[in-house]
């Protein structure tokens, strides 16, 4: 099959995967028929996914059988049998039976906050401190007796608790996921289980399995005290990181010391849950993936902003660098102008995707289409799944197809995507026209010349209970840098710190990190940045490179206070986050690769975002755009682009392929055309 005829016909790889619900007494006869369902509805296959009304027993021999047995059927149909790692969500205890053992289940740092005559010691306790309390705000704090407390001040404790059982784990909790033995016992009771039954369609007609929104634990402060996260390795590990005791500072985890919104300690802490997370969880189960032959896909929680990444995972891109496909959770009706829709997570998805930049991975998942409801139209399927394809998505694995609607089940986060619904034989309009942007929109490498640096770690520092101003601050920063590159054109990837400082270069006048590069960096508002960070930025000014600071610039290096950040930025070009002073700072780099989308008055056309990749082999550039407002169409547009020769325009609808409407200029093409709304071309 010629790169034409695929287009025309795409394969079941570049094809849709649902969460299949498996909520019900399962029965192989009936999961062979759903499997065709699915054929007609032109998808490439699902994830066998355990989910409320599972009646068959969770990794039993019965359960076994039926996977293989849903195998054998997408290995008749040329379809794919994607695995999932959990009963139900989230991933980690294998439905309770792992973490029946106390040593693997999920811990605290518990905190009680009491008046020193009330306060009764567990005997437990690995430390207490006296001090005086407002809120969230602390001061004068110390170690000490109760008996030592002043007028007004309180006792705070400290101990390590276990969760509490919960019917959602089968009357068992989560597990520790900081604990690196914990996570090879959920590997050996999930993983090797599968390994042992299904071993013989790995890397084939079973892709890989899926991970669902693991997670670190939660953080809370009430006036009574409080909960952080904690693993028993914690403290020896901390130590041996940053060469301090962070038993001698646990208040500062809770509470703004005094008047100081940013805290080393705070910083160091989220980057030490977040490496354990990352190595003990993440890269234990990549490396068993990578032994079998399988890609490990599915996604972290609460991705899409700085402060829930910091509460729950400390760094979403951190741990995709342990996944062979990233995937993202895109929920509810994003980018819908219509009462029920939301604004798009475009952080969520350009974390994932800068990963998949730097790291040379093909797939890029994303969950899609949870809690739309039954009125979720065709085109509403196509506006929310556009501007995720421009984001670089092409593992579409739509949430949720029902296995049955008895019961409970039939109010697990409609609408139903398979027979349940009237338009399930329709659903290849869909379909078909995803498919066909993806056989397209992964041929090539994307190609993004700016770099922007991920100031997660400042969020870490100014995360404390109960915090608003300052991380609501730096957020609102955050995502106003990012849609101004995203509206005027600039397309990016994020680098994070960390990875940077282990897969960063400087070659010639670009910046390497991993296997991506780029021509200048831009520096969001930050509070602190690493010395790392700052040293290799300084050798990216000296070899040529361009290096644009946004307002406020750092007043921290590796969270303590200094004035290298600001030094550095005054080399560098230094603007106001204002819109014209950024687009005119990237406008003046000339290396800088970018497609430009204007209107008939000039000016760019601010609801629109696009994909351009380059195939060095062919020598050609591919192209997706799309209108990312539904109430009105855009009007004439001109796109310039690089490239030379003859333009094609791809129809992902009919198939089809025909001469757009472009012109050759000294510097590319200029492509006439508009799009209507949630249009794409």
């Not at 027993?57 to 040329?78: G, M, Q, R, V």
């Not at 030592?148 to 009357?171: H, I, M, Q, T």
Request: net charge negative.
């Amino acid at each position: 099959m010629n790169f034409k005829e695929l287009f025309k016909s795409p394969t079941s790889l570049y094809r849709g995967k649902p969460f299949w619900a498996w909520n019900g007494p399962l029965e192989e006869g009936e999961l062979r028929r759903q499997m065709q369902v699915f054929k007609a509805m032109g998808l490439g296959g699902g994830f066998m996914h355990s989910r409320v009304g599972l009646a068959t027993p969770y990794l039993s021999e019965e359960w076994f059988k039926l996977i293989n047995a849903c195998t054998d059927e997408a290995k008749k149909n040329d379809m794919e049998a994607w695995l999932y790692d959990e009963d139900r969500w989230p991933s980690g205890a294998a439905g309770g039976i792992v973490t029946k053992d106390p040593k693997y289940r999920e811990r605290h740092l518990r905190l009680t906050i009491a008046d020193p005559k009330e306060f009764k010691p567990n005997g437990d306790e690995f430390g207490i401190f006296i001090g005086s309390i407002n809120g969230n705000v602390a001061t004068d704090v110390r170690k000490g007796k109760p008996s030592d407390a002043k007028e007004g001040e309180k006792v705070l404790a400290f101990r390590c608790v276990l969760s509490d059982p919960s019917p959602w784990y089968n009357d068992q909790t989560y597990l520790d996921t900081l604990s690196k033995e914990a996570v090879a016992k959920f590997i050996e009771v999930t993983h090797d289980a599968y390994a042992k039954n299904t071993s013989q369609y790995f890397g084939k007609e079973v892709p890989g399995m899926f991970t669902d929104e693991p997670n670190y634990g939660g953080f809370g402060l009430g006036p009574n005290g409080g909960n952080s996260q904690w693993t028993n390795a914690l403290p020896v590990i901390f130590k041996e990181r940053y060469g301090y005791d962070i038993l001698a500072n646990l208040p500062e985890i809770f509470f703004k010391m005094g008047d100081a919104d940013f805290s080393k300690v705070r910083r160091d802490y989220r980057d030490c849950l977040t490496y354990m997370f990352t190595y003990h969880f993440g890269k234990q189960i990549y490396d068993w993936c990578d032994k079998y032959n399988l890609l490990f896909t599915g996604h972290v929680l609460a991705e899409e902003n700085l402060h829930s990444q910091t509460s729950v995972v400390g760094s979403a891109m951190r741990f995709y660098e342990f996944m062979q496909a990233p995937g993202i959770d895109i929920l509810c009706g994003q980018v819908l102008t219509r009462p029920g829709g939301r604004i798009p997570e475009y952080s969520t998805a350009k974390q994932c995707s800068s990963m998949l930049d730097q790291f040379g991975r093909k797939w890029m998942l994303s969950e899609l289409y949870g809690c739309t409801g039954w009125q979720f139209t065709f085109a509403e399927h196509k506006a929310v799944g556009d501007w995720q394809a421009a984001m670089g998505v092409n593992l579409r694995c739509q949430h949720l197809s029902w296995y049955t609607m008895l019961g409970e089940a039939k109010r697990d986060y409609p609408a139903c995507i398979s027979f349940q619904s009237p338009w399930w034989r329709d659903y290849p309009i869909v379909e078909d026209y995803f498919s066909r942007v993806n056989v397209v929109m992964t041929q090539g490498k994307s190609v993004r010349s700016v770099a922007v640096i991920h100031p997660i770690e400042s969020a870490w520092g100014v995360f404390y209970g109960g915090v608003r101003e300052p991380m609501g601050q730096l957020n609102n920063q955050f995502m106003t840098v990012q849609n101004i590159l995203l509206e005027e054109h600039f397309d990016f990837d994020y680098v994070d710190e960390d990875i940077l400082a282990r897969h960063g270069a400087v070659e010639g006048s670009e910046l390497r990190v991993a296997k991506a590069k780029y021509h200048a960096v831009v520096v969001p508002p930050t509070l602190t940045i690493r010395e790392s960070t700052r040293k290799m930025l300084a050798d990216f000014l000296k070899a040529g490179g361009s290096v644009i600071f946004v307002e406020p610039v750092a007043e921290f290096v590796d969270a303590v206070a200094s004035e290298d950040a600001k030094k550095l930025a005054g080399k560098a070009v230094q603007v106001l986050m204002e819109r014209s002073a950024i687009v005119d700072a990237l406008s003046k780099v000339k290396d800088i690769v970018r497609v430009s989308i204007k209107t008939e008055d000039g000016k760019e056309f601010n609801p629109s975002v696009y994909m351009l990749r380059y195939d060095e082999a062919k020598k050609s550039y591919y192209l997706f755009v799309c209108h990312t407002k539904q109430d009105k169409p855009s009007g004439k547009l001109t796109i310039k682009m690089p490239g030379s020769g003859q333009v094609q325009e791809w129809d992902a609808q009919t198939g089809e392929v025909f001469l757009a409407d472009s012109e050759a200029v000294d510097d590319g093409v200029l492509i006439h055309t508009d799009l209507p709304g949630c249009g794409s071309r």
